[in-house]
């Protein structure tokens, strides 16, 4: 009897794992020979979400929905619902494009009311600008109430918000807007001079009464807290439970002995 007579399609797990990391050819080849292009993990992962968040190829992705992939299907439990792009828009925006290309929902949202704009906003300006060229939502709401400025991390993604009309002035569910998060997120002091230059409220203040200044402060963004300072931010100001910027600012370790947390003190006084 030949060898090929006895041949069997290839297991699950492993056609899951070759999508991570196969060629085109090598997944072409066992879809050819039998093995389900809609086949799952053991956490609900499917083959072309394994490809869209760890596979550079593009091609692989083109070959998994012209197998008849669903472009989709949302992955289960740890990963809440994300779809393929939302997995590449996070992971790996080499294959967006070929998402984008076959047609994937650029609205669809995750268990969290999270889209694709949004996972890419943490990282990747170029996934974000090409979300946007096609069609992606800009002023989408998560369930809190973020929009994808919130959500954003760094400058490139900022400024591609920016850049793309985002609204500065939104705010998430507890009275949040996009400068209180950068204050919040990251430390990088061109960041607030963008949002501020785009018509950021730098006195703004959510439900609890605080401001961007007490935001830094609480994070210990030396860089951050020196540009809202020199932007004119008003350290009196207190919050709802009469706390200064300068208050939370003695409470983090970060700043025990800088220059921001002297300006802080020099401004209050």
Known sequence: MDDDDDETPMSEKSFLRLCENGTPEQIKAAIEDGANVNARGEYGNTAL??????NIDPSVIKALIKAGADIEARVRDECDGMTALMLAALYNGSVIDALLEAGADTNARDNAGKTALMWAARYDAEAVTALL????DIEARSESGMTALMHANYYKQIKALLEGGADVEARDNVGKTA???ASWNNEEFRVINDLLKAGSDIEARDESGRTALMYAARNGGLNVINALLEA????KLKDNDGLTALDY??????????DALERLREATN
Do not use: P
């Open 133 to 136: 060229k096609a069609g992606a």
């Open 179 to 181: 400068l209180m998060c």
């Open 249 to 258: 600012a003695e409470k983090n370790t970060r700043l025990r002995n800088t």
């Open 232 to 235: 004119g931010a008003d350290a």
């Open 49 to 54: 979400s394994r490809a869209a968040k760890r």
